[in-house]
T-cell receptor, first 114, second 113 residues
Framework: RKEVEQDPGPFNVPEGATVAFNCTYS??????FFWYRQDCRKEPKLLMS???SGNEDGRFTAQLNRASQYISLLIRDSKLSDSATYLC???????????????FGAGTQVVVTP | DARVTQTPRHKVTEMGQEVTMRCQPI?????VFWYRQTMMQGLELLAY????????DSGMPKDRFSAEMPDATLATLKIQPSEPRDSAVYFC???????????FGPGTRLTVL
């Protein structure tokens, strides 16, 4: 079983609509969580960190559910430029050798259509 | 605007040749990572350095791959000899520390014929 799992999609979303998707992680001791965005043939870029209390950045909202070991990303009022692959990223436990090693999910593809 | 730089951006080579990829991390970052990305496997961690010391290279095929940081401004990933299955995009990333996010370079797109 992979440490970070995501629905690969694609999620086809009409412009202006809301889309949400989750990812699950297997290491209950994980401390840091992130969403990265990757455009086609480009490098991954940090979209936002995910905090325990949930956090919002403009049209993007991230939530963390430690009990069920998943994080979510919600995009409101989708724009054409939101079309990308969204990578769920989890940092290893600080008490293990995996601290500092980010575990990347395979990504969820979002396609926003006019 | 500080960025991670990687060279070359594209490399086409023949099987058996040596390939060296270079990365300049963001000044002041003390963690450096090498990743490989393919359609089939996604993003795989190959090597991880902290303060120039190699901490983990368990994801790297030891017989042909090697990663080094000769100084704080340069990380290298070498493949010798290269094989067609090494064709992928190789990303270098750096971060201020183990608790922080990582910033990726633009990648080296490697094709081994």
């Amino acid at each position: 079983r992979k440490e970070v799992e995501q629905d690969p999609g694609p999620f086809n979303v009409p412009e202006g609509a809301t889309v949400a998707f989750n990812c699950t992680y297997s290491n209950s001791a994980s401390q840091s969580f992130f969403w990265y965005r990757q455009d086609c043939r480009k490098e991954p870029k940090l979209l936002m960190s995910v905090y325990s209390s949930g956090n919002e950045d403009g049209r993007f909202t991230a939530q963390l559910n430690r009990a069920s070991q998943y994080i979510s990303l919600l995009i409101r009022d989708s724009k054409l430029s939101d079309s990308a692959t969204y990578l769920c990223v989890v940092n290893g436990s600080p008490t293990t050798d995996s601290w500092g090693k980010l575990q990347f999910g395979a990504g969820t593809q979002v396609v926003v259509t006019p | 605007d500080a960025r991670v730089t990687q060279t070359p951006r594209h490399k086409v080579t023949e099987m058996g040749q040596e390939v060296t990829m270079r990365c300049q991390p963001i000044l002041g970052h003390n963690t450096v990572f090498w990743y490989r990305q393919t359609m089939m496997q996604g993003l795989e961690l190959l090597a991880y350095f902290r303060n120039r010391a190699p901490l983990d290279d368990s994801g790297m095929p030891k017989d042909r791959f090697s990663a080094e940081m000769p100084d704080a401004t340069l990380a290298t990933l070498k493949i010798q000899p290269s094989e067609p299955r090494d064709s992928a995009v190789y990303f270098c990333a750096s971060g201020p520390g183990p608790t922080d996010t990582q910033y990726f370079g633009p990648g080296t797109r490697l094709t081994v014929l």
